[in-house]
């Protein structure tokens, strides 16, 4: 997807500072030809500065520094980044960035791009995230479409512990004032420089205030306050709770809704300016439901910078199966892949023993009743196209009352649909594509059977017989166990990292969204964002309960996680699914001094960085690792390698005495045919005396 020219004026000048606080605002007019760049200079923004400089006289360093540099072509900045890192957004020509690529202190220079959000429709059993507490004084940073912060999930409660390090702020926009911001949602701000505002959609608002949904579901997903009711049409009464549900919420709005919603995304300039300000607010956890081509961009190096504050940083793998590798594929990142589940399903039940299979929610049976074909019980003022595909609206209640409805798909949101009956009376709806495409099992306000194009011939036939009549029932779960999603984004065999590092639930997963998305306020959600959310939400639970370093938190959700069923390939799962009971005690750590991380962007440590996995690529190789035992006492570690084929896999010393706190270095060589299968990948376990077990999957290639 191009990027959005920048529209000099988007915001006032004084606006702008109070969002950004950063430098000045873009100028009142550009050239027409130019587009908005993003440029890293070297060195490391104040959250990797380990130097003798106080961190108000080394951003002072930076933004002299980037003075120069934009002096040198003559351009302003739109943004300037001085936390995450050392750089800026502007407009510039194509010889200003050539100009610039040619600048020794210039690391990168690259276009703004606008991205998708990692969801991906799937239709899978409904999952919801719980727990009664969990995450207290951790603030989570969501950097998505923004908040509804009206839910009942995000008011202001028993959240325990005040967060520690936390500084953000609760910015202002169209319809949000600081009085939005409580004791859980505790900061939000928004970035629309890089995706333009005069490519929004009329309803966007300029704030905070989420009109796609995304964001809200994925920070209900996070940390939503725990026992909010579920109400929803046709569904059973539950209990809501987050997985974090006493962390507290900082969102930060970097993605946006355009009038044609194949244009909605996430510019690289909003969402590196986002990470920028996250990590300057110092927030614990960085959720990042964005993906992004798999390479070390400018959002890859500000996530680098988010690291080294302190941040446990999760983003998503992406959701284009093998059609593309998993985004994230730097060591300071957990890149999150995802799992699903049984469907949800539905029949439509013809009569005579015909029925046709769909996707349903609902709980509740509907029927026999009438069947009525939208087109056919237009509303007066409504023409046949629009009460066909049940526009709001355009149905007569005196022809739909006490009837199920068949919608064609088009138009409008799924759920608007539905809306649209329930407000004429029906009492069901079949909702029909009227192309190739997948079907969903939404949360409708009416219980709804949406079915493929291909059996929707048959529904049609049946409506045209005199007084037909259908029933719509849910169908019983079929329990199959969760495997990795065939739309979850795998690993890249030439790299020299193991990717995606987990997998967690993206199938069907409960939150919250604005009522302007679903009548009921309530959607299921799927995609790697999804799974990331609900990692994030464990990182958060995790921190809380144990104050432990952002790589002792990476380490300790992937050396416990468990197996996948059905075992794919560890470039399809990582190292499984997250266990937070193992979590706690993980046993040993792999740790990352400070500074390794920009060694190994550097080409250092290529092999060597203490990562939980490892990837090797070369016959022969050996490779090193060191754990530090992380538990009170003193303990002997045994090894025991597992899962390979091909390969001999040899660890040595085969067992270990580390006392607490203490460290020791271990090596992996790797013997075996030069001709093996391309692939081959298995398992390095630690089983400590005290019944930990702390595992790492590695992965050969050739």
């Not at 500065?49 to 106080?54: E, I, M, N, Q, T």
Request: glycine share 12%; net charge neutral.
């Amino acid at each position: 997807m191009s990027a959005r020219r920048f529209s000099g004026s988007l915001l006032a000048t004084g606006l702008v500072v109070g969002l950004v606080g950063l430098g000045p605002s873009a100028p009142a007019e550009q050239a027409t030809d130019t587009e908005l760049h993003l440029v890293t200079l070297e060195g490391p923004g104040t959250s990797g500065y380990r130097g003798p400089l106080s961190p108000q006289a080394y951003r002072a360093t930076l933004t002299s520094a980037q003075d120069e540099v934009l002096d040198e072509v003559g351009a302003e900045p739109v943004y300037r980044w001085t936390t995450a890192l050392n750089g800026f957004a502007a407009e510039l020509t194509d010889d200003q960035a050539s100009l610039l690529r040619s600048d020794p202190h210039v690391v990168l220079v690259e276009e703004n791009d606008v991205r998708r959000l990692a969801g991906a429709p799937v239709n899978a059993s409904p999952t919801t995230p719980g727990t009664a507490r969990g995450g207290a004084g951790v603030v989570v940073g969501i950097v998505d479409t923004g908040i509804w912060p009206d839910s009942p999930l995000f008011a202001s409660g028993e959240l325990g512990t005040s967060p520690r390090r936390f500084r953000g702020e609760c910015g202002v926009g169209e319809q949000w004032d600081a009085s939005a911001c409580n004791d859980k949602l505790v900061g939000a701000r928004w970035f629309v420089h890089g995706f333009g505002e005069d490519g929004l959609r009329a309803s966007s608002s300029l704030s905070p205030r989420d009109d796609h949904g995304h964001g809200t579901e994925m920070a209900s997903i996070v940390a939503g306050n725990a026992g909010v009711s579920v109400q929803a049409s046709g569904q059973r009464a539950a209990k809501y709770s987050g997985l974090a549900p006493q962390a507290r919420l900082a969102v930060y709005k970097a993605c946006w809704t355009a009038p044609d919603p194949v244009d909605d995304g996430c510019a690289t300039a909003d969402v590196v300016t986002a990470i920028d300000r996250a990590t300057r607010d110092r927030v614990d956890v960085l959720n990042l439901s964005v993906a992004g081509p798999p390479g070390f961009d400018t959002v890859e190096r500000a996530l680098l910078g988010a690291a080294e504050g302190g941040v446990v940083v999760v983003g998503a793998a992406g959701n284009r199966g093998e059609h593309a590798y998993a985004a994230h594929p730097s060591p300071w990142v957990l890149s999150v892949g995802a799992t699903t589940g049984a469907p949800r399903r539905g029949e439509v039940v013809l009569g005579g023993g015909v029925t046709v299979v769909g996707a349903m929610a609902a709980a509740r049976p509907i029927g026999p009743a009438p069947l009525v074909l939208g087109e056919e019980v237009a509303a007066r003022g409504a023409t046949r196209q629009e009460a066909r595909l049940c526009m709001p609206g355009s149905l007569d209640a005196s022809r739909t009352t006490g009837a199920v409805v068949l919608c064609r798909r088009g138009g409008i949101a799924r759920v608007s649909k539905s809306d649209a009956v329930r407000q004429a009376d029906g009492v069901g709806m079949v909702l029909v594509n009227t192309r190739r495409g997948t079907v969903e099992s939404d949360l409708h306000s009416v219980p709804t059977v949406h079915v493929r194009r291909s059996v929707a011939a048959q529904i049609l036939d049946h409506a045209q017989r005199p007084h037909a009549q259908v029933s719509l029932r849910p169908l019983p779960t079929e329990r199959t166990p969760a495997g990795v999603a065939r739309w979850s984004a795998t690993g890249d065999p030439t790299a020299t990292l193991v990717k995606p590092d987990l997998v967690a639930p993206g199938a069907g997963v409960l939150g919250a969204v604005p009522p302007s998305v679903s009548p009921s306020r309530w959607d299921f959600a799927s995609g790697t964002s999804v799974a990331t959310a609900w990692t994030s939400g464990l990182a958060a639970r995790l921190l809380a309960s144990t104050h432990w370093g952002a790589d002792r938190i990476h380490s300790a959700l992937v050396t416990t996680a468990g197996a996948v069923p059905g075992n794919p390939s560890v470039l399809r799962g990582g190292a499984g699914r997250p266990r937070s009971d193992r979590a706690e005690r993980p046993g040993l750590a792999y740790l990352v001094r400070p500074g390794d991380y920009r060694a190994w962007l550097a080409g250092d440590l290529a092999r060597d960085l203490n990562t939980p996995s490892i990837l090797l690529s070369e016959h022969g190789d050996t490779v090193h690792r060191t754990v530090t035992n992380v538990s009170r006492r003193a303990s002997y570690f045994s090894v025991r390698v597992s899962g390979f084929e091909t390969h001999d896999v040899r660890v040595t010393p085969v067992a270990l005495r580390i006392r607490p706190g203490s460290s020791a270095r271990f090596a992996v060589e790797v013997t075996g045919p030069e001709n093996a299968h391309p692939v081959d990948d298995g398992w390095i376990t630690w089983l400590g005396a005290d019944g930990t077990r702390t595992r790492i999957p590695v992965v050969l290639t050739r």
